[in-house]
């Protein structure tokens, strides 16, 4: 395509075009009128307006995780891109692959402290994977071709470009759609032989083989290769907060999600194993708890990851593994050879028994001790179906959902894992359900996290973009709450949110459909009533105030710690 | 807590030096020296880093800067295999004729060259071991030193 003259502009919406983008989520502005201009040309790309920045941000986000492909958001210089941060560092924290495009003042102004002008390269450079400033429009073809390449390959993350005026306005005569890489960039994928056999071997010794499944996992596509294994193996799976998905939770080998607010069997499953294989995960605070001699004690560690960085950081290992989660399972099932599975051993009875009485526990809705909250999760599980899309808001909701919910498929749990990001649940349901457009998407929402974001309802009526946002509505800035109560002797220090707003109002106001839902078993007609209204939806769901996530580890305390876990059954 | 040098190799790119540091500043750790220069290789440029570490504080930001997209190369230099060079620069009161002749027999016996000379100062010039130009600039500071500049290590890995 050389020999013809294109703007900077229309250079980056071709390069979007080839990226195979189709939809991005965005804010125009004064510096992005060229760009704006190009976009509107190209019909294969969905433009969904959003009313901030943020959630343009974590739209992206949300399309992302749901869809695999790289989420794109778009924002003007100055305060477009500073609101774009958190949603930016969120995505990155997760290892979210999303392309970023913001506008800057013309070149020649940048520096002047002209209007809207503020310096997102420099801004922006520890809560990306990489970004650009991008100062002549030739370098442009490079630049949008490497940001695809580098937000979703090896760890995946955030890659931001910043355009001036100017560069979009510039015409130039250029190649496009090279394949021209960076020297300094090479992800590791492909596993070490020779520690992918000592895996094995590791494993196969084992008399109580674990697998802890993060966030790769999903990520790499790697769900059925765990699988297999873990019932190669006859091994436990628990999954980090980010795991979830990665194998079904009602599968026999799944003790679910372990850590801070984790299933109680998944951190004594942790504890027990004498072999752990953790995979795509980075060890987390809320994952290991603080006391770090009570996590796996006895276990050889084995982790796989496709950052190096990530080895050794949080924990030490035993047999480290750089590389592709996928590639890493695939080379472990070779190694292992038949006979060195041990069928029907003590340990997968006790990783069985552990799993059943946690699914007692879950399916048991009122359970004495059951506060409203735990119910309506536990009514969500037999409401909605295995497709549904799960996000969530940050908060008492989303370890509700974290701990009761049962996610039966990988990408349909969308949660703010490292950052925690309140407000990130309803805008990355939008994102997903762009995504997803057939299947429901339903956010989890605390009533503080909701009001962080709420007004992009008005993105998903004017877009015809039906989520359902579940309202936990206390009140209170729940989380908040429960540890002034349990920690700070109930001296509840401005975590009491009043009154107002009516959410009912609220949501009728934006034209969606709402409704109260004082008692959980009003829940399954109200989500009926919601999903067949077929527009965006508010359900404003009444919990008890003081409601508590239980069980927990308190701050300070290791994995075995649990308090609060009266009501689980001994096994 | 350990003196270590770092060396990398680097796009010549606007905005480097920040990434660079940046995985230092967000650790908490001081920046001692820091070098940069172009190398052999056009497009590319070499940082050499020294900064107070502890080996595990070291390994992390070894792969994390390893992971810096910019970044082509990171080598830990460890002292007994690499040359390691700073430069040094000093006035030197000289105001009579004994302290001039003492500091310039002294500058001789180090190496230094006299790069400059006014009625009642010499310019010394020193590239050798940090460890030595510290010793020559300990004698120095009896004569009394008006200034010191020094350029940092460079260092380069033996084969």
Same mark, same amino acid.
């Given at each position: 395509?050389?020999?013809?003259?294109?703007?900077?502009?229309?250079?980056?919406?071709?390069?979007?075009k080839?990226?195979?983008?189709?939809?991005?989520?965005?804010?125009?502005?004064?510096?992005l009128?060229?760009?704006?201009?190009?976009?509107q040309?190209?019909?294969?790309?969905?433009?969904?307006?959003?009313?901030?920045?943020?959630?343009?941000?974590?739209a992206?986000?949300?399309?992302?995780?749901?869809?695999?492909r790289?989420?794109?958001?778009?924002?003007?210089?100055?305060?477009?891109?500073?609101?774009?941060?958190?949603?930016?560092?969120?995505?990155?924290?997760?290892?979210?692959?999303?392309?970023?495009?913001?506008?800057?003042?013309?070149?020649?102004?940048?520096?002047?402290?002209a209007?809207?002008?503020?310096s997102?390269?420099?801004?922006?450079?520890?809560?990306?994977?990489?970004?650009?400033?991008? %100062?002549r429009?030739?370098?442009?073809?490079?630049?949008?071709?490497?940001?695809f390449?580098i937000?979703?390959?090896?760890?995946?993350?955030?890659?931001?470009v910043?355009?001036p005026?100017?560069?979009?306005?510039?015409?130039?005569?250029?190649?496009?759609?090279?394949?021209?890489?960076f020297p300094?960039?090479?992800?590791?994928i492909?596993?070490? /032989?020779?520690?992918t056999k000592?895996?094995?071997e590791?494993?196969?010794?084992?008399?109580?083989?674990?697998?802890?499944?993060?966030?790769?996992?999903?990520?790499?596509?790697?769900?059925?290769?765990?699988?297999?294994?873990?019932?190669?193996?006859?091994?436990?799976?628990?999954?980090t907060?980010?795991?979830?998905?990665?194998?079904?939770?009602?599968?026999?080998?799944c003790?679910g999600?372990?850590?801070?607010?984790?299933?109680?069997?998944?951190?004594?499953?942790?504890?027990?194993?004498?072999?752990?294989?953790?995979?795509?995960?980075?060890f987390?605070?809320r994952?290991t708890?603080w006391?770090?001699?009570?996590?796996?004690?006895?276990?050889?560690?084995?982790?796989?990851?496709?950052?190096?960085a990530?080895?050794?950081?949080?924990?030490?290992?035993?047999?480290p593994?750089?590389?592709?989660?996928?590639?890493?399972?695939?080379?472990?099932? /070779?190694?292992?050879?038949?006979?060195?599975?041990?069928e029907?051993?003590?340990?997968?009875?006790?990783?069985?028994?552990?799993?059943?009485?946690?699914?007692?526990?879950?399916?048991?809705?009122?359970?004495?001790?059951?506060?409203?909250?735990?119910?309506?999760?536990?009514?969500?599980?037999?409401?909605?179906?295995?497709?549904?899309?799960?996000?969530?808001?940050?908060?008492?909701?989303?370890?509700?959902?974290?701990?009761?919910?049962m996610?039966? /498929?990988?990408?349909?749990?969308?949660?703010?894992?490292?950052?925690?990001?309140?407000?990130?649940?309803?805008?990355?349901?939008?994102?997903?359900?762009?995504a997803?457009?057939?299947?429901?998407?339903?956010?989890?929402?605390?009533?503080?996290?909701?009001?962080?974001?709420?007004h992009?309802?008005?993105?998903?009526?004017?877009?015809?973009?039906?989520?359902?946002?579940?309202?936990?509505?206390?009140?209170?800035?729940?989380?908040?709450r429960?540890?002034?109560?349990?920690?700070?002797?109930?001296?509840?220090?401005?975590?009491?949110?009043?009154?107002?707003?009516d959410?009912?109002?609220?949501?009728?106001?934006?034209?969606?459909?709402?409704?109260?839902?004082?008692?959980?078993?009003?829940?399954?007609?109200?989500?009926?009533?919601?999903?067949?209204?077929?527009?965006?939806?508010?359900?404003?769901?009444?919990?008890?105030?003081?409601?508590?996530?239980?069980?927990?580890?308190?701050?300070?305390g290791?994995?075995?710690?649990?308090?609060?876990?009266?009501?689980?059954?001994?096994? | 807590?350990?003196?270590?040098?770092?060396?990398?190799?680097?796009?010549?790119?606007?905005?480097?030096?920040?990434?660079?540091?940046?995985?230092? %500043?967000m650790r908490?750790?001081?920046?001692?020296?820091?070098?940069?220069?172009?190398?052999?290789?056009?497009?590319?440029?070499?940082?050499?880093?020294?900064?107070?570490?502890?080996?595990?504080?070291?390994e992390?930001?070894? /792969?994390?800067?390893?992971?810096?997209?910019?970044?082509?190369?990171?080598?830990?230099?460890?002292?007994?295999?690499?040359?390691?060079?700073?430069?040094?620069?000093?006035?030197?009161?000289?105001?009579?004729?004994?302290?001039?002749?003492?500091?310039?027999?002294?500058?001789?016996s180090?190496?230094?060259?006299?790069?400059?000379?006014?009625?009642?100062s010499?310019?010394?010039?020193?590239?050798?071991?940090?460890?030595r130009?510290?010793?020559?600039?300990?004698?120095?500071?009896?004569f009394?030193?008006?200034?010191?500049?020094?350029?940092?290590?460079?260092?380069i890995?033996?084969?």
């Open positions: 395509m050389a020999g013809k003259k294109l703007s900077g502009a229309e250079i980056v919406v071709e390069e979007l080839k990226e195979g983008v189709e939809v991005a989520f965005g804010i125009p502005g004064g510096a009128l060229d760009f704006y201009e190009a976009l040309q190209a019909e294969e790309i969905r433009h969904i307006l959003m009313r901030h920045e943020q959630c343009a941000a974590h992206a986000d949300g399309y992302a995780r749901v869809s695999g790289t989420g794109v958001c778009i924002a003007t210089s100055g305060p477009g891109a500073t609101n774009l941060i958190t949603g930016l560092t969120n995505a990155n924290m997760d290892s979210s692959p999303v392309v970023a495009l913001t506008g800057q003042v013309p070149t020649s102004a940048i520096g002047s402290n209007f809207q002008e503020a997102t390269f420099t801004i922006t450079m520890p809560i990306t994977k990489h970004n650009f400033l991008v %100062t429009a030739e370098d442009l073809p490079r630049v949008i071709h490497n940001a390449y937000a979703n390959t090896g760890r995946k993350g955030v890659v931001l910043d355009l005026k100017d560069v979009q306005a510039s015409k130039v005569e250029v190649e496009l759609h090279p394949e021209e890489t300094g960039y090479k992800p590791n492909n596993p070490n /032989k020779v520690q000592k895996a094995a590791a494993l196969a010794n084992a008399e109580r083989p674990l697998i802890l499944a993060g966030g790769g996992v999903i990520s790499a596509g790697a769900t059925e290769e765990l699988r297999t294994l873990a019932e190669t193996l006859g091994a436990g799976v628990v999954t907060l980010m795991g979830k998905g990665a194998i079904p939770e009602s599968h026999p080998l003790l999600m372990a850590g801070m607010h984790g299933r109680i069997y998944a951190n004594r499953a942790l504890n027990e194993c004498d072999a752990l294989l953790a995979l795509g995960t980075r987390s605070d994952l708890g006391q770090l001699d009570q996590f796996a004690p006895d276990a050889t560690l084995i982790q796989v990851d496709v950052d190096a990530e080895i050794n950081k949080n924990i030490p290992v035993d047999i593994i750089v590389g592709d989660v996928k590639l890493a399972l695939s080379d472990i099932l /070779k190694w292992l050879k038949k006979e060195s599975i041990r029907g051993s003590v340990w997968l009875q006790r990783v069985k028994e552990m799993h059943s009485a946690c699914e007692e526990c879950i399916k048991d809705i009122h359970r004495p001790g059951s506060s409203v909250s735990d119910i309506l999760i536990k009514e969500l599980n037999n409401i909605l179906d295995d497709d549904t899309i799960i996000t969530t808001e940050v908060g008492q909701c989303q370890m509700f959902a974290a701990h009761y919910y996610t039966k /498929k990988p990408r349909t749990f969308i949660s703010s894992g490292g950052l925690g990001t309140m407000g990130f649940g309803f805008p990355a349901a939008i994102g997903a359900k762009v997803a457009p057939d299947k429901q998407v339903v956010d989890i929402a605390g009533d503080g996290s909701f009001l962080m974001t709420c992009d309802l008005a993105t998903c009526v004017e877009n015809d973009i039906p989520v359902v946002v579940c309202i936990f509505d206390n009140r209170y800035l729940g989380m908040v429960q540890w002034q109560e349990l920690f700070f002797d109930k001296r509840y220090s401005h975590t009491n949110l009043g009154i107002t707003p959410f009912i109002k609220l949501g009728e106001a934006f034209g969606c459909y709402a409704e109260r839902v004082e008692k959980p078993e009003d829940l399954k007609s109200a989500l009926k009533n919601a999903f067949e209204s077929g527009k965006p939806a508010v359900l404003d769901m009444i919990v008890g105030k003081e409601d508590k996530v239980l069980p927990m580890i308190p701050p300070g290791g994995i075995t710690g649990m308090i609060g876990t009266e009501r689980c059954r001994r096994v | 807590m350990q003196t270590r040098v770092i060396s990398l190799l680097v796009e010549d790119n606007p905005g480097v030096l920040t990434r660079m540091s940046g995985m230092f %500043t908490g750790i001081n920046i001692s020296s820091l070098t940069v220069s172009p190398c052999e290789k056009p497009g590319l440029s070499r940082m050499t880093v020294t900064i107070e570490a502890s080996e595990s504080e070291l992390k930001v070894r /792969k994390q800067l390893s992971n810096l997209i910019e970044v082509i190369k990171v080598v830990d230099l460890k002292e007994h295999d690499a040359i390691i060079r700073d430069l040094c620069l000093m006035k030197v009161h000289t105001k009579n004729v004994e302290a001039r002749t003492e500091v310039m027999q002294l500058a001789e180090y190496g230094a060259k006299i790069a400059d000379a006014s009625l009642d010499l310019i010394l010039e020193l590239a050798d071991e940090p460890e130009i510290d010793r020559f600039i300990e004698l120095m500071k009896h009394g030193i008006k200034q010191l500049f020094r350029t940092g290590i460079t260092a890995a033996r084969d």
